[in-house]
């Protein structure tokens, strides 16, 4: 695999977004530098990790789960056993609405239980190394069957690019490496398929400025930068071929939570006609819940993200206020997007109906016995 400290992005050169770089030593790319300096940030104890989740050094549900799971690593590495329990007890609450978090505790901590003490440390990094290398495959089984909807597409266009729009970073940068969202247009991409991105700027973090666009541009895809709300103007003149988003958390009915903004698209394609999917791991589904809109926590973030922009000025890396003083903002993270308005979900297995029924016909493991 290719240095990650060198910053190659490009997907096809074996990229991961954090990796093991030593005992006790874990790597990340500090994304909130991104796309100005790419920066490498070092995770040498557990809290490292908690901090970079909460304080968004690392986004995306996929990639958020991989932090938490090299965190108890660390917590092993560091702290032994006790570590290691008051880590999981405390990482789970970093980011109260992706779903992959908690599944990535669950699951290194499955792994662990009844180790010795003597092997408890390597025992989670194997774990955690597992859950990265899935993810990877993960993300390509999606983009396989995305890629073929984009094919029948771009038959249909007769060369012309085939325009598929995004909201948010649901792309190598929020998982090991290709991707969600992203994933089938990378593909397609390799293929030799005309692919066109209209990306969402997406405020209030500009993940589609600064993260989407970035990867994009280091993996040769066209695509152009938009305003969030030109979507629905776009989609009016017939300019969206169809519409792709990540998601945080998949309800077992199929509604989904994903970055605030993601209902509003859907709205925009149903009045269009314009398909819109959801790209996602089975990892992001819980099956212990039917109501999106009802049950999925939705997280409120610091207003200040609301108000203030990170940028370049002057040659210098900055943060201003948009605003007067004093102006008071809200900062809700999520919306939830119901499952009438998704014509389908991408999984590493196949393309879903929006429903109970397409989920559990494609993971008949999680019937109920």
């Known amino acids: 695999m290719p240095d990650p400290a060198r ?4 997907c096809r050169d074996g990229f991961r977004t954090i990796w093991h770089a030593g005992d006790g030593h874990v790597q990340i790319i500090d994304q909130r530098k991104l796309p100005h300096d790419y920066v490498v940030a070092d995770l040498r104890v557990w809290r490292d990790g908690e901090r970079a989740i909460s304080d968004m050094l690392v986004r995306g549900a996929p990639l958020i789960g991989a932090t938490a799971a090299y965190s108890l690593y660390l917590a092993a590495f560091e ?3 006790s ?10 609450g970093s ?8 599944w990535a505790i669950d699951r290194v901590v499955a792994r662990c239980r009844g180790v010795d003490d003597a092997g408890l440390t390597a025992a989670a990094l194997a774990e955690a190394r597992a859950i990265c290398d899935e993810d990877v495959e993960i993300s390509l089984g999606i983009g396989r069957h995305g890629l073929e909807l984009i094919r029948r597409i771009a038959e249909r266009k007769d060369g012309e690019p085939v325009n598929v729009l995004t909201h948010c970073n649901a792309g190598a940068l929020a998982t090991l490496n290709y991707g969600t969202a992203t994933a089938p247009v990378y593909l397609a991409h390799e293929a030799g398929i005309p692919v066109h991105v209209w990306v969402d700027e997406t405020r209030p973090r ?3 400025s600064q993260l989407t666009a970035y990867e994009l541009a280091h993996n040769g895809v066209p695509h152009t930068l938009i305003v969030d709300n030109a979507g629905g103007h776009l989609m009016q003149h017939g300019l969206v071929d169809l519409v792709v988003t990540g998601t945080d958390r998949t309800t077992r009915s199929g509604d989904v939570a994903n970055k605030i903004g993601t209902y509003l698209k859907a709205l925009a394609a149903d009045d269009n006609d314009v398909p819109f999917y959801v790209a996602l791991p089975s990892t992001t589904i819980d099956w212990t819940i039917a109501d999106g809109i009802r049950d999925i926590p939705i997280e409120e973030r610091d207003p200040g ?5 990170y940028g370049v000025s002057d040659g210098m890396r900055t943060t201003v206020s948009t605003v007067a003083d004093g102006t008071p903002a809200a900062n809700y993270a999520f919306d939830v997007t119901p499952a009438r308005l998704v014509t389908g979900l991408i999984t590493e297995r196949g393309i879903a109906p929006a429903s109970r029924d397409g989920l559990e ?3 008949p493991e999680y019937l109920p016995e």
């Open 7 to 10: 910053g190659m992005l490009a």
């Open 361 to 363: 016909r494609l993971f």
């Open 79 to 81: 702290e032994g056993r």
């Open 305 to 309: 993200e609301v108000t203030d922009v």
């Open 83 to 92: 570590g290691f329990d008051t880590a999981a007890a405390a990482l789970a």
């Open 95 to 102: 980011r109260p609405t992706a779903v992959n978090l908690r």
């Open 206 to 208: 500009n993940q589609g």
